[in-house]
């Protein structure tokens, strides 16, 4: 007999009371389903994980991170009081890296009340610990938690797990994508026979011609306008750098890694990471929508060459052993390079500020330095 996990077993009981599932909703449990919930139950990060983030890659991802927050502050007017908000900050390792950074400049680091987002207690505990100096700081499940005030928002490698709606096109209309289980007792996708009614004029323009069989993915876009209705009303800045693509097409991303490899999304759910890829382009517009300014999106490796991340290299690698300067060299190459193994052209970066910012480090065409630490009057740490 085929053993199932808990999760799957929890799944197939709702497909055989309810009907087949929607795949945001399938992914909604597979990630956060109270119990068996994938981000509710373990460590994903690292090498002993499923899959690793850049801030695990390099403390340089971090550092400039936190001097680009620096140059925002000083374009905002110094508040005295700033929130330094990460959602799903992972161990912590980021923040960490960027308060670092931030350490070189007293009026800006003494101003920081640092916020996190997480509802993973296993993670939690990992970044109390690794954070353990910082006394300005709280956790929250939620944006919503966070005091008002002035705020600059990370949001790195959050928005690709969030439920994922799909529709796939066919002769009669566009018609949900869900899971149920087939003739052989598996998990299997399929979709409702009932097309979406009139759900091609909410598509964008590029969509609307696909041939049948194609699929076309969006995500809700209450996450992002509340983030851009924060920036907008409190001043600040929200960063998102994620993988996926800049403008709004058809494909199916949906998938799951597990050790570092691809995996069967519908295999041992719960057990394994899903995600999909995000389309900067919808999270763009839904954040214009609500009168904030968007600046991108460009690639990571722009984005970071911009920042000044080959010069931070060259300085570590001055002072480091040959085989530290080898690790730095590689680090370097994966944060930018857009070749096999690369994250620089697969991952892209987008701003959302206050609507006065004309402008924000690493999305204009800055000289190879490090803007960030330029714009906020210091040099990098």
């Not at 801030?55 to 700033?82: D, R």
């Not at 992972?90 to 987002?117: E, K, S, W």
């Not at 797990?161 to 299997?188: A, F």
Request: charged letters at 25%; glycine letters at 8%.
């Amino acid at each position: 007999m085929t053993e199932f996990s808990p999760l799957e077993l929890e799944i197939r009981r709702l497909i055989r009371s309810s009907g087949p599932m929607p795949v945001w909703r399938y992914m909604e449990l597979c990630l956060a389903h109270p119990q068996h919930g994938y981000y509710l139950s373990r460590d994903p990060l690292g090498r002993e994980g499923d899959f690793t983030t850049a801030p695990e890659v390099s403390q340089m991802f971090g550092e400039l991170l936190g001097l680009w927050a620096a140059s925002v502050w000083k374009a905002i007017g110094a508040p005295p009081m700033l929130r330094l908000v990460e959602l799903g900050p992972g161990r912590g390792t980021m923040m960490a890296d960027a308060l670092r950074a931030l350490r070189v400049l007293p009026p800006i680091f003494q101003a920081l009340n640092v916020h996190l987002i997480e509802i993973n207690p296993m993670l939690r505990e990992k970044q109390r610990a690794t954070l353990a100096g910082v006394r300005k700081i709280s956790w929250h499940r939620s944006i919503d938690e966070v005091p008002e005030g002035p705020s600059i928002i990370f949001a790195n490698e959050y928005f690709d797990v969030l439920p994922v709606h799909q529709v796939v096109k066919l002769e009669t209309g566009w018609h949900e994508r869900v899971v149920t289980i087939d003739e052989n007792d598996k998990l299997t996708f399929d979709v409702d026979f009932e097309p979406m009614p009139r759900f091609e004029v909410l598509l964008p323009p590029a969509v609307r011609a696909a041939p049948p069989g194609a699929v076309f993915e969006w995500r809700p876009d209450t996450e992002i306008m509340k983030i851009a209705t924060r920036v907008r009303d409190q001043d600040g800045a929200a960063l998102i750098i994620d993988y996926g693509h800049q403008r709004s097409d058809t494909g199916d991303t949906f998938q799951a890694i597990a050790r570092h490899s691809f995996a069967d999304p519908l295999k041992n759910p719960g057990q394994a990471d899903v995600t999909a890829h995000v389309d900067f382009q919808a999270l763009g517009r839904a954040a214009e929508d609500v009168g904030a300014r968007v600046h991108g999106p460009v690639t990571q490796g722009d984005f970071l060459k911009r920042l000044g991340i080959e010069t931070r290299a060259t300085t570590l690698m001055g002072k480091a052993t040959p085989e530290v300067s080898a690790d730095i060299a590689g680090a370097l190459k994966r944060l930018t390079d857009s070749g096999r193994g690369g994250m620089g052209s697969m991952f892209k970066a987008l701003a959302v500020t206050e609507p006065h910012l004309a402008s924000v480090a690493g999305f204009g065409e800055e000289p190879p330095a490090s803007a960030a630490a330029a714009a906020a009057g210091t040099e990098a740490p």
